[in-house]
């Protein structure tokens, strides 16, 4: 089966660094996306990696190592909007018939 | 400007009573997608779809039925059969093409059960 595994819940100070992981089991990879969502909203694009490596769009990076199926977002300069629930999200199948599932999702809390 | 609408914000339904929640887009994406989330937990699966006339059972089927008749909606229909069907229910759409799977999302629909 598909299966994704992200921490619960991570606490950080405005103005910290902060990683949440990400790994998975699945079969038929086709990349690893990460997403936003406040309480009461709808989920966010944030970012995706398609090869190794690590990508960056202003204070979010995201890396994938597909050998170790494990990826992690990195959020800087932590601000209290981003106070939040982060979810990892894998494009798994072929390109005729793919599905995107989500992992559990990992709640930030960002303090003063 | 382009998006994916999600009708009604709030839904209420009686014991024993199918309801059908819209989803529309007009990003011109072929696959769509319909997830459940419940309190503090992910979003799962219930069908997603490729193509117009064909769709696929998710992690959760059981209970939902849906169709895909036109390229822009989607409707999902939460059937008596589904015994908890209290949840947030989100509709999204992607391209099918590339490697990005970026996915739209519409504000949702929050259903309960009176």
Excluded at chain 2, 15 to 27: A, I, R
Aim: glycine share 10%; charged share 20%; net charge negative.
């Amino acid at each position: 089966g598909q299966s994704l595994e992200q921490p619960s819940e991570v606490t950080a100070v405005e103005g910290a660094i902060v990683q949440i992981n990400c790994t998975y089991q699945t079969s038929g990879f086709y990349g690893l996306s990460w997403y936003q969502q406040h309480d009461g909203g709808a989920p966010t694009f944030l970012s995706y990696n398609g090869l190794d490596g690590l990508e960056e769009t202003g204070r979010f990076s995201s890396f994938l190592s597909r050998s170790d199926s494990y990826g992690y977002l990195l959020l800087q300069e932590l601000q209290m909007k981003d106070s939040a629930s982060y979810f990892c999200a894998v494009r798994v199948g072929m390109d005729s018939s793919y599905k995107l599932i989500f992992g559990s999702g990992t709640r930030l809390l960002v303090r003063p | 400007d382009g998006g994916i609408t999600q009708s009604p914000k709030y839904l209420f339904r009686k014991e024993g009573q199918n309801v059908t929640l819209s989803c529309e887009q007009n990003l011109n994406h072929d696959a769509m997608y319909w997830y459940r989330q419940d309190p503090g937990q992910g979003l799962r699966l219930i069908y997603y779809s490729q193509i117009v006339n064909d769709f696929q059972k998710g992690d959760i089927a059981e209970g939902y039925s849906v169709s895909r008749e036109k390229k822009e909606s989607f409707p999902l229909t939460v059937t008596s059969a589904q015994k908890n069907p209290t949840a947030f229910y989100l509709c999204a759409s992607t391209r099918t093409g590339g490697l990005n799977t970026e996915a739209f999302f519409g504000q949702g629909t929050r259903l309960t059960v009176v």
